[in-house]
Structure formats: structure tokens, C-alpha cells
């Protein structure tokens, strides 16, 4: 086993990642409360895998009561290097079909009141958000589908909506009109926190249909996502395989260090258990 330790974080249709060795399942408490379910900790080949059900198993959680935060942390506090979210998206443009990959590398945030930082309490810092997605992480991911002979584009935008009620026809007009490339309800504030517990963030977006700007095809409907997001599971497992078969230990992007200038509070200003508290995610900066 590698000392990499790559985590999954399963949206809508992807429940559980088989295939996992050593399996054993892990209840871990954060300081923002419990993350979506049990984290499942396994092997895959000779590198360590955690998953996490971002729903919650059996799909109990809406996108606004996903608790970000405690995902994040949890898969932080367990050793977690690098997150691959997968993610049933609506397609804005006419080259992407449902059924295609995107694997992204921008994010609108459109969300409302989600808690989004792990700043606050007495640790004020600004991270870096210009390029949200690991290129590293991403550019395996893409790599990956293209060798399995799946569709797939490099690059996009995806728009985080609030939902959990999808887009009007003049929303989805309006975000085509934007120039975005998919749209969710899911990677945010997923990424931001990601990139503060300075962990690698890529996403595999799989286009489940055209939303509702598409004139000549169906309104996107719960049954037509479910439909495609079962077709592509497998697809999506195969990928997360592919890149875990090339991964090393090294993390050749500054991910690892996205905290090395953000922090401004004076550390002698951090009240003692708020440090203890957010060890963490801070502890390596702190």
C-alpha cells in the first residue's frame, strides 16, 4: 500500500464504491457536527480508499442539508490527500450529452446560506480560489476516461444552484446565456473546503440530461437523472480505478500547501481549544 490515501465522495446514484478490500466503516465526530454517514475505509490494490456517501445512504440528505463542513473534515481527519466528487450534473451546452463526463475546472457559486469556511472563531484566512480544481487530480481523471474510451471534456464551468427545485426555463437560459458548462446542486461549498483542508479536489461530472433550455427534448425529470447517473455508475467506478492505478505519493501541485500565507490572525490571538479544535484541518499551519 501506497501512503497516498485518495477519498470519494459519492453523489446522487453512486452509493458505495466496490471493489474496496479491508473494509471496515468509520463514525467520526467533528466539531460541525456528523458528516453524511459513515465514512467506509478500504484497499484498492495497494492504495487507501475512504468513502463517503454525500447523501447519506438510501439518499436521505437535499443538496442544502448536506453538511459540508463535517464531510470535509472527517475525510481530513482520516488521512484523506485527495477527493474525487462525483456528480450528477445538467448539460448547458449541445457537445455535452447525457451520458458524457465533464470533468470541470471552475465553479459558479449560486448557493444560499451554506456554511462555507472552516475560518471563523478566532482563525481568520483567505485561501486562494482562483483555480478551484486540483489540474493534477483532474488531468488523471480525464486521462482515465479517455483510456476506457469514454466521452469525456477537459474543462468547464459548473453552476452550483441552490435547489433543491431545478432550474426554471428562464434560469436555465439565463445560466446557458452565462456561458456555463454544467449545472449542480452539490460541489459547492464542497470545493472551497476542500481547498482550505488543503486536500487535491477534481470532479466527475456526469451529465444526466439538458436541464430544461433544450427545446426538442425532454424537461429534466428525478427519473431521467436516476436513469442516466445508474447507467454511468460503472463508468464512474471504472475511472476512480484507472486513476488510482496511476497514483503516487507526491503530490506535484500546491495543494499541500494552500494555507502557507492565508491565515492573518496572530497565532497568539487563537483561543487554546479552538487550535486543539481545528487541528485537523489547521494543525499543519498552526
Given at each position: 500500500?501506497?501512503?497516498?490515501?485518495?477519498?470519494?465522495?459519492?453523489?446522487?446514484?453512486?452509493?458505495?464504491?466496490a471493489?474496496?478490500?479491508?473494509?471496515?466503516?468509520?463514525n467520526?465526530?467533528?466539531?460541525?457536527?456528523?458528516?453524511?454517514?459513515?465514512?467506509?475505509?478500504?484497499?484498492?490494490?495497494?492504495?487507501?480508499?475512504?468513502?463517503?456517501?454525500?447523501?447519506?445512504?438510501?439518499?436521505?440528505?437535499?443538496?442544502?442539508?448536506?453538511?459540508?463542513?463535517?464531510n470535509?473534515?472527517?475525510?481530513?481527519?482520516?488521512?484523506?490527500?485527495?477527493?474525487?466528487?462525483?456528480?450528477?450534473?445538467?448539460?448547458?451546452?449541445?457537445?455535452?450529452?447525457?451520458?458524457?463526463?465533464?470533468?470541470?475546472?471552475?465553479?459558479?457559486?449560486?448557493?444560499?446560506?451554506?456554511?462555507?469556511?472552516?475560518?471563523?472563531?478566532?482563525?481568520?484566512?483567505?485561501?486562494?480560489?482562483?483555480?478551484?480544481?486540483?489540474?493534477?487530480?483532474?488531468?488523471?481523471?480525464?486521462?482515465?476516461?479517455v483510456?476506457?474510451?469514454?466521452?469525456?471534456?477537459?474543462?468547464?464551468?459548473?453552476?452550483?444552484?441552490?435547489?433543491?427545485?431545478?432550474?426554471?426555463?428562464?434560469?436555465?437560459?439565463?445560466?446557458?446565456?452565462?456561458?456555463?458548462?454544467?449545472?449542480?446542486?452539490?460541489?459547492?461549498?464542497?470545493?472551497?473546503?476542500?481547498?482550505?483542508?488543503?486536500?487535491?479536489?477534481?470532479?466527475?461530472?456526469?451529465?444526466t440530461?439538458?436541464?430544461?433550455?433544450?427545446?426538442?427534448?425532454?424537461?429534466?425529470?428525478?427519473?431521467?437523472?436516476?436513469?442516466?447517473?445508474?447507467?454511468?455508475?460503472?463508468?464512474?467506478?471504472?475511472?476512480?480505478?484507472?486513476?488510482?492505478?496511476?497514483?503516487?505519493?507526491?503530490?506535484?501541485?500546491?495543494?499541500?500547501?494552500?494555507?502557507?500565507?492565508?491565515?492573518?490572525?496572530?497565532?497568539?490571538?487563537?483561543?487554546?481549544?479552538?487550535?486543539?479544535?481545528?487541528?485537523?484541518?489547521?494543525?499543519r499551519?498552526?
Amino acid at each position: 500500500m501506497t501512503n497516498a490515501t485518495i477519498a470519494v465522495i459519492g453523489g446522487s446514484g453512486l452509493y458505495d464504491l466496490a471493489g474496496l478490500e479491508d473494509v471496515e466503516e468509520k463514525n467520526v465526530s467533528t466539531p460541525f457536527g456528523p458528516p453524511s454517514d459513515a465514512v467506509v475505509s478500504g484497499r484498492l490494490g495497494r492504495t487507501r480508499m475512504l468513502f463517503l456517501a454525500r447523501h447519506g445512504r438510501g439518499h436521505r440528505l437535499t443538496p442544502s442539508e448536506v453538511n459540508y463542513r463535517a464531510n470535509i473534515f472527517a475525510l481530513k481527519s482520516l488521512g484523506a490527500e485527495r477527493v474525487i466528487a462525483v456528480s450528477a450534473v445538467g448539460s448547458m451546452r449541445e457537445d455535452v450529452h447525457p451520458g458524457d463526463i465533464v470533468v470541470v475546472d471552475q465553479f459558479i457559486d449560486r448557493t444560499r446560506g451554506r456554511p462555507s469556511t472552516f475560518f471563523g472563531n478566532g482563525i481568520v484566512g483567505h485561501v486562494s480560489l482562483a483555480d478551484p480544481v486540483c489540474a493534477d487530480l483532474a488531468g488523471r481523471v480525464f486521462d482515465a476516461a479517455v483510456s476506457l474510451g469514454l466521452t469525456a471534456h477537459r474543462g468547464g464551468t459548473y453552476m452550483c444552484m441552490e435547489g433543491p427545485a431545478f432550474s426554471t426555463r428562464a434560469e436555465s437560459r439565463m445560466h446557458r446565456a452565462m456561458g456555463v458548462t454544467v449545472i449542480g446542486m452539490t460541489n459547492m461549498p464542497e470545493a472551497k473546503l476542500a481547498r482550505e483542508a488543503e486536500l487535491c479536489y477534481a470532479t466527475v461530472a456526469l451529465a444526466t440530461d439538458y436541464d430544461c433550455w433544450h427545446e426538442t427534448e425532454e424537461d429534466v425529470t428525478v427519473e431521467a437523472v436516476i436513469r442516466i447517473v445508474r447507467q454511468n455508475a460503472a463508468n464512474a467506478r471504472a475511472v476512480i480505478r484507472k486513476v488510482v492505478e496511476g497514483l503516487s505519493d507526491e503530490r506535484p501541485c500546491a495543494c499541500a500547501r494552500a494555507l502557507d500565507s492565508a491565515i492573518i490572525t496572530d497565532r497568539r490571538a487563537i483561543p487554546a481549544d479552538v487550535k486543539e479544535r481545528m487541528k485537523p484541518v489547521f494543525g499543519r499551519v498552526l
